[in-house]
């Protein structure tokens, strides 16, 4: 019989204290993944943790070093924003993807992080933005960049009483633009086949001088990838580069075939959406002044 | 019946009676209901696609705190009886079997023991406590295996009904039935064929994706009568196939139906309701039985998916002359795939004068089929339109051209035997010849198919009730759920016939107690049987009113005409003033008490409809993802009585059609685990996922209704299987047959063409 | 295990109710508090069918603990009709028979609102992703979508005839 508990404490420390005592419960934030998991019946947790009650992690702060995304900041409360949308499209873009209007409504991109998922939109586009994890636990606070956050499916660097507070992504450079694109059968409510993320940055004779690629659905956790970015660094985004950049990507996956895609498919399809990232982030940082 | 008939309210869109109750969340759907003392039932499901049950320990279970009862498959009676429904029935035996499973179990989720408790957690919480023992065996998933010479069988006593193929062991077998149809000389056809075309094609698996689960309240009481709330297709039916599983009469049960969100042929089965007597029985409680979702996916009743090899011959001119098709569909668990409406429709839409097609309802390892709109016939026609588009692209003629040479027409005999009447194939394609869609330029990497359907439609049994009340308002009974606007339709029916504007006509769906026999909602003959005997009570109680008319005026009824709601007098009635319903009304209690009209029906035939749909499809040949970018459906509707609600179905079945051909199917592992069960992954089509979808109404009147309808509901999801593969076709040069055109699928066609 | 005890404002009325810690808004506000306009089509968020406002934020109330909406603001499809008015959205759907079975038009009917109330003036792509949640097998979404724009028309004509 369910015994699970319900609690919504106000501060970070009570919320790890709660987490330490009790490694049965779960932290909590929009629940669009617990749940699910909680129906299906894949856990039973003791507790229920919600996290939207402390008001660290809720919220938006952009200043001149960069943004501060509490981790339980839903998804529409991101792409309302206007300066965050303009600053960082392509991160944006994977947060307008998740799920529908409903889920947009509650899933967070903290959640987003922490279920751990090999295809979850948001946590490439983070990858590529340089973002790094603010973690609180019975320690203190430790900062993890995103690349490393996710380990295997379902598997995170957290450690029992640990939770993520916060992602700060620095202010991007000039000429700097990022994007992300998916591969779904449909138009929306599907989970990702494959996702790439693409962030480069281009002198004023449109050099690409800076790059980061991540790939995403296509191997046991969202990959930076440095060989396509080194494709990129050095070209104008020219044909043959972004040709490179996608070799490379699709030499870096390491997919499984599954309900949702074969191996050849995904390994084919992230390469394209790699290369036709990688010319929409030049296109937008080529628009900058 | 001419197609000059003239109508004041049949063919107008007044906003629908149950309307209001719907947008604001009132209607009240299977779910919904509750009583007092309600317990919460929950199923305990296999979790193997095929075994056989050793032992089932309810000990456990019975034992919990708040578990009221617990059965399994011995408290479910084993019947051979039968239930005949029009030209088929239901072996009940099957469907109690599949209730609860008696020995073996035959798909995952496959029913095998139900729990009712004081709340839908403890509920489960005994269903898990459930111990049953299983021996597995190997699972049979698809047609081939099913096939294979010593493949598994799943039922020991099945043999192979009607036309067996000639040294084949029919017994113990997993073909269940094999029919054959055919004319002419086929080899001689093929052999005076200028070209000829042959491929096999293959359909997966889909579901009707209603959006409500099953879901009944079931109250037995200690005098055995009997009531069961529950949202269905047909309540009759719920009530006949519960009374002839449990061994009562019919007479102990009374069907309240729900409104009902969607069923498509989906709820035509009970899965739930004879459960929940049971367990009612033995609690001494009302009981509420609801489906998850991942229920519905994995143990109600989707398609078949299907196999068919098919070859067309056709000379230089484009005229067909020959036709051969194998068609092998997947019936689930149970005998009963549509395997032979498949083989009659598949060339219902042309002339051809030779032709032999066999037809293969088999047995594999998943949940037993039910209907789906238009049931078979998507699949053989994928087939048909796919190679008529072939033969069209050979010979380089148009591809309506092409259909409008062979198109089947009145008088011709259709390959299932009789001669059609009217039909409006020839006038769809002309409409598609005249619309603009056909001819408007096509878009980079975009690609246009065409394709055509026919259904046969259903007739048989409805009863409806008319009523006048002293204020002149009406009140109009029928025995049908209402899946789409049928109420509003009826009520249409009654206006035209006794000129009582809608809005003062109530409609209303009647439980088994309250109205005749009435078959199910399904067939697309609503509109068409119950509205036949909507119009006969009409005119019954339209008769009675000119009799009193008659009294009122002291003249024979023989003297009284009607005309739009009143009156009047013909000659022989003298100088009369005319009286109007609400007047004729007024004075029912000094005329000879209250009126009303009333109907049974059972029309043998209905008038068959056909349809066409064009697709434009565009396709990123780098990921092999397709949008449907423009979509028109043109259909011969008979007469449409409610237009937006005909439109509405035609839209409705073209995107369960489009979904079918571009991603749903039930994806399962070796084992026969279906790992797709819940809208996620199983992908039918979103709102951002289709244009707007087109619609052209087509007016050849059916004869055999007084206002010449023809049912609307299932030809719209024939065509579009076809119509969006000869899209692809075009968009690519690459013809696919295999479904669905999922993007993966078409990849790889892509990269090996 | 107590129940817990959750006061909120559901429709505009102030209430109470018991609830367990792990049951669903869903489930509460069809099982014990007798809304059952909303309905459970999945129960993981697929289809939109229990689409509510939470704190004017469309969600999937299958998705939401009943605990969660302590002091908060609910609005149901129940609450979106104001007295015998109905919301230009519901009206629309009526006119354009923007319905069938009709059980996902509770759901389209909440979303559409929000729809509205932060955009007054949608394209039909628009309105088409925003509504990608609420999944409709019967009507194609053809009719549904006009609806929407329709009333949004409608809204549109109405504010500016009040500001004139
Ligand atoms: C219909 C539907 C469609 C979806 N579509 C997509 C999609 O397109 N793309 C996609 O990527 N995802 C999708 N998802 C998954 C889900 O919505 C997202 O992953 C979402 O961002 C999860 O956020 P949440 O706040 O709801 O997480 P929750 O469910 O609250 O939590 C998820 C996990 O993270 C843990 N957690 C949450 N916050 C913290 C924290 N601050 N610190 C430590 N651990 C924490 C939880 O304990 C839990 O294990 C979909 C889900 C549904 C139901
Ligand atoms: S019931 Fe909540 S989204 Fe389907
Ligand atoms: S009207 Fe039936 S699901 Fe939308």
Redo the contacts with the bound molecule.
Sequence with gaps: MQTTRYEAPATVADAVRLIQADPDA????????????YRMGVHRPSAFID?KRIPE?VGIAVDARGLRLG??T??AVITEHREVSRLWPGLVE?VH????T??QG????????????P?????APLIVNRARCV?VGPEGERIVNAEDFVIAPGA?V?QRG????AVLIPRPAGRTADAYL?L?PRSE????VAGAAVSVTLDAAGVCTAARVAIAAVAPRPLLVPDAAQALIGSTLDDESLRRAAAAASAAATPIDDKRGTVAYRRQVVGVLTRRAASMAGARAGAQK | MSGEQRFKYVGTRPIRHDGLDKVTGRANYGADFTLPGLLHGHIVRSPHAHARILAIDTSAAAGMPGVMAVITGDDIPKTTARLMMGEGGFDLGDMGDNLLAHDKVLYQGHAVAAVAATSPELARAAAEAVAVHYEVLTPVMTIDQALAAGAPILHDGLTTKGQPAAGVPTSPTNVAMRMELKRGDVDKGFAESDIVVERTFTTPMVHQGYIEPHACVARHGEDGQIVVWTSTQGHFNVRDCSAGILGIDAAKIKVIPSEIGGGFGGKIPVYLEPVAIALSRKAHRPVKLVMSREDVFRASGPTSGTKVRMKLGAKQDGTLVAASASLYYEAGAYKGSPAGAGAMCAIAAYRIPNFFIEAYDIVVNRPKVAAYRAPGSPSSTFATESLIDEIARRLNMDALDLRLKNAATEGDQAPYGPKFGPIGLREVLAAAKAHPHWTAPLGANQGRGVAVGFWFNAGMNSSATVSVNTDGSATVVAGNPDIGGTRVAQALMVSEELGVPVERVRPSVADTDSIGFSDLTGGSRVCYATGMAVIEAARDAREQLKARAAKMWGTDAAHVGWDDGTAIPLNGAGDRTPLTVNEIAAKLAHTGGPVIGRATVNPPMAGPGFGLNICDLEVDKETGVSRVVRYTCIQDVGKAIHPSYVEGQMQGGASQGIGWALNEEYIYDREGHLENPG??DYRMPVASDLPMIDTVLVEVPNPLHPYGVRGVGEVPIVPPLAAVANAMRDATGVRFTDLPLSPPRVLEALATD | MPKLHVQTSVNGDTLDFLCEPAETLLDVLRNRLNLTGSKEGCA???CGACSVLLNDRLV?SC?VLAAEVDDQRVLTVEGVARGDALHPVQQQLLEHAGLQCGICTPGIVVAAKSLLDHNPNPTETEVRFWLA?NLCRCTGYDKIIRAVLDAAATMRDDRSRVSA
Excluded: W, Y
């Design positions: 779960r932290l909590f934030a929009g629940g669009t993944d617990l749940l699910v998991q996290l992690l981790a339980a839903a998804a994977a993807l998740v799920g529908s409903q889920i509650r899933g967070t991109i903290g959640g987003n992080l922490c279920n751990g998922s295809a979850a939109d948001t946590t973690i995170t957290l640990e939770m993520l507070v998916r779904i409510m599907d989970i990702a | 809208f996620l | 993981t968020g697929d999937a998705l949640g």
